[in-house]
C-alpha cells in the first residue's frame, strides 16, 4: 500500500488481501532459490491477476531476489525494475508476463504441461529430477476471461495435477460487487472441468489454507483450484471490500488509518522489522539448499543414466542439438506440384526427427494444418510422453499454453490453425512478442483464393495485423 502510496497510483487492494496467503506460499511451499531465479527444477508461480505486481515484488524483495528496496520505492516508475504489471525477462523471479487478465492463468496450464512431458521424458525409478509445482494466484478478472475457460478445460482434461490455482474470491472488481455480472458458482464450474475443489472461507485463516494447499499437492491427477474467501484491501477501515480498494492509492490519511488499524508503526515509511526481514531471508540459504539438494540428486542420475542426463541438461538449456539442420527436405517450386501445408508438415516430421523437444498440435484441425508428428503418439492425461498435443477447438488456450510451454522451457513447442483463426490467438501472440519467448505458429490457409468455405474463412487483414506485432 506504501508503494502504491508513492507511485500514487497501482492496486493496493491485492497484495493487501493475499498477503497471508503470499506468506504461506513464499515459506512453506514453494521451493525456489532466490539466487538463481533461473534454477530450471524451481516451483513455478504465476500471479494471473497481474495488476496485484506489488504483491510479488514485495515477496521478492524480502525473500531475498536481486530487487532492493529502492526499486520497491520506484514502483511503477520509468526504467524500474518494478512496473505496473510483472514483466517476464526484467524483474528476476518474475516467471510470465501477467496484467491481460486470464493470460496467466492460461500459461501456466502450458507450464504444467511442460512440465509434465519432461517428467515422463526424464525421470526414472529413483530419480525424480524433474519434480515441481505451478502456482497461480487468480481473480475474478481471470476467471471471467473466456481463455481462462478454454485452458483450464484442457487443463481438466489432462488432468495436470501439479497446478494449483488459487482464487481469490473477493467479491469485487472495478465497478463493484461481482454481483453486477459474474454469479456463476466457480467451485462447480471447475468440478465439471475435472479438477479438485476445495473452498476456504477466510483468506486470513493460515492453518485452513496450508491445509488445502497440502492436500492440493497430495491429488496428482487433477488440477486443484482453491476458492478462497478474501478481502480486497483487507486493513484498511474505510476502503476494505470495497472496488475502492482495487486500483487506485489509499491516500495519505486512510494509509495512516490502515497502518494503525493493523498495528503497524505509523513511521518510518517502507519499514520492515528486523526480524521478519531475517525470517524471510532464511529463504534464500534454503533456496541454495534446495538447489545444491537437487544438483545432487542430478549428479547420482549422470552416474546412472550419463547419456540421458546430459540430453536432459541440453534441453534444459535451451541448445538445439547437433546436426539438427540435417535432412531437412528441399522444394522446388516448378518440379513439386505440392500445397505449402503438406511441405510444412513434411519440415515438421524431418525436424522432429531430430529434435526430441520439438512438440505441438492444433486446434482440432491436424489432418488440415499438417502438424502431426506421424511416428509419435498424442499427449494425453496419464501418457505425458506423447509429443502430438490436442489442443481441441481452443486457439486461445493453445496461444496461450504455447507461451507457457517456452517459458518453462526444456521442450520447443508449435501449434497451428488457420490463419484467420489467429485472430482468436492474438492476446497470447502479442505477450509472446512481449516476453521474447518464440513458439512456432503453424498458420496455413492463408490465401483468399481458398475457396469454398466462403469469406468467413478468407483471412484479409491478417498478415498485416500479425507483421504489426512486434
Ligand atoms: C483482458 C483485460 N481486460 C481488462 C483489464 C482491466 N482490469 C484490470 S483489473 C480488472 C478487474 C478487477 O477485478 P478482479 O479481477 O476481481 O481483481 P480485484 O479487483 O479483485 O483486484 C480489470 C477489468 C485487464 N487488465 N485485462
Request: net charge negative; with cysteine; charged share 20%.
Amino acid at each position: 500500500a506504501e508503494a502504491v502510496q508513492k507511485a500514487n497510483s497501482g492496486h493496493p487492494g491485492l497484495p493487501m488481501e493475499a498477503a497471508p496467503l503470499a506468506y504461506l506460499l513464499w515459506t512453506r511451499f514453494m521451493r525456489y532459490n532466490p539466487e538463481n531465479p533461473a534454477w530450471a527444477n524451481r516451483d513455478r508461480f504465476v500471479l494471473s491477476a497481474g495488476h496485484g505486481s506489488m504483491l510479488l515484488y514485495a515477496m521478492l524483495h524480502l525473500t531475498g531476489y536481486d530487487l532492493s528496496l529502492e526499486e520497491i520505492k520506484n514502483f511503477r516508475q520509468w526504467n524500474s525494475l518494478t512496473p505496473g504489471h510483472p514483466e517476464y525477462g526484467l524483474t528476476p523471479g518474475v516467471d510470465k508476463t501477467t496484467g491481460p487478465l486470464g493470460q496467466g492463468i492460461s500459461t501456466a496450464v502450458g507450464m504444467a504441461m511442460a512440465e509434465a512431458h519432461l517428467v515422463a521424458r526424464f525421470n526414472r525409478p529413483g530419480h525424480d529430477v524433474i519434480d515441481h509445482f505451478t502456482y497461480v494466484i487468480a481473480s475474478d478478472g481471470d476467471l471471467m476471461e473466456g481463455v481462462s475457460s478454454e485452458a483450464c478445460s484442457m487443463a481438466g482434461h489432462l488432468g495436470l495435477g501439479k497446478m494449483i490455482v488459487v482464487y481469490l474470491d473477493n467479491h469485487i472488481t472495478i465497478e463493484g460487487s461481482t454481483d453486477l455480472a459474474f454469479s456463476e458458482n466457480v467451485g462447480l464450474r471447475f468440478d465439471a472441468y475435472g479438477w479438485h475443489v476445495q473452498r476456504v472461507m477466510d483468506g486470513n485463516d493460515l492453518a485452513s489454507l496450508e491445509s488445502a494447499i497440502h492436500a492440493a499437492q497430495g491429488v496428482t491427477d487433477k488440477p486443484s483450484i482453491i476458492v478462497c474467501r478474501t478481502i480486497i484491501g483487507y486493513g484498511s477501515p474505510n476502503r476494505a471490500g470495497t472496488s475502492k480498494a482495487h486500483g487506485e492509492a489509499l491516500g495519505e490519511e486512510e494509509l495512516a488509518l490502515t497502518k494503525k488499524n493493523l498495528g503497524w508503526p505509523a513511521e518510518p515509511a517502507f519499514y520492515i522489522p528486523e526480524d521478519v526481514l531475517t525470517h524471510f531471508r532464511q529463504m534464500a540459504s534454503r533456496g541454495n539448499e534446495l538447489e545444491s539438494a537437487w544438483k545432487q540428486a542430478v549428479d547420482a542420475y549422470t552416474a546412472d543414466h550419463p547419456d540421458l542426463s546430459r540430453e536432459m541438461q541440453r534441453c534444459l538449456n535451451g541448445d538445439l542439438p547437433e546436426g539438427w539442420e540435417n535432412d531437412l527436405p528441399t522444394f522446388t517450386p516448378d518440379l513439386d506440384d505440392m500445397a505449402t501445408r503438406q511441405a510444412s508438415g513434411t519440415v515438421i516430421n524431418a525436424l522432429a526427427a531430430r529434435i526430441p523437444e520439438l512438440m505441438g498440435g492444433s486446434a482440432d484441425l491436424a489432418g488440415s494444418t499438417n502438424t502431426m508428428i506421424e511416428a509419435e503418439t498424442d499427449y494425453a492425461a496419464g501418457h505425458y510422453i506423447g509429443r502430438n498435443l490436442r489442443f481441441g477447438v481452443r486457439e486461445h488456450a493453445m496461444g496461450a499454453a504455447l507461451n507457457g510451454m517456452m517459458v518453462h522451457g526444456g521442450v520447443i513447442a508449435y501449434g497451428g490453425t488457420f490463419l484467420v483463426f489467429s485472430d482468436y490467438m492474438r492476446p497470447a501472440i502479442r505477450l509472446a512478442a512481449l516476453m521474447e519467448v518464440a513458439p512456432i505458429y503453424v498458420f496455413t490457409h492463408e490465401s483468399v483464393g481458398l475457396g469454398e468455405d466462403g469469406p468467413t474463412h478468407q483471412p484479409i487483414e491478417h498478415y498485416m495485423a500479425l507483421r504489426v506485432i512486434p
